[in-house]
């Protein structure tokens, strides 16, 4: 595992799209996903770098057809101890 990434987007609806194109882009694995209030939700990912980028590029995309994204972000080479949040 090279990187976590996560895409914010409004509503749940909005975060199960985002999950189902993530996981269908690339092989990248859903570790969670968290309510940032406000109707707002994360859906973390990770996996191998280049395929987190096209599988939140993927999310990206089928969430703006539908909702609102409203925040996305790739964290490469993470410390090791990140992996204790999942």
Do not use: F, W
Not at 16 to 30: C, G, H, S, W, Y
Not at 60 to 86: C, F, M, W
């Amino acid at each position: 595992m090279d990187a976590y990434g996560y895409i914010e987007v409004l509503g749940l609806v909005c975060a199960v799209t985002a999950a189902d194109a993530a996981l269908k882009a690339a092989n990248v694995e859903v570790v969670g996903k968290e309510n940032t209030g406000a109707g707002m939700v994360a859906v973390i990912v990770k996996g191998e770098i280049g395929a987190v980028r096209a599988a939140l590029d993927a999310a990206e995309e089928a969430v703006s057809r539908i909702g609102k994204v409203v925040h996305t972000n790739v964290i490469a080479k993470p410390d090791p101890s990140l992996g204790q949040l999942y």
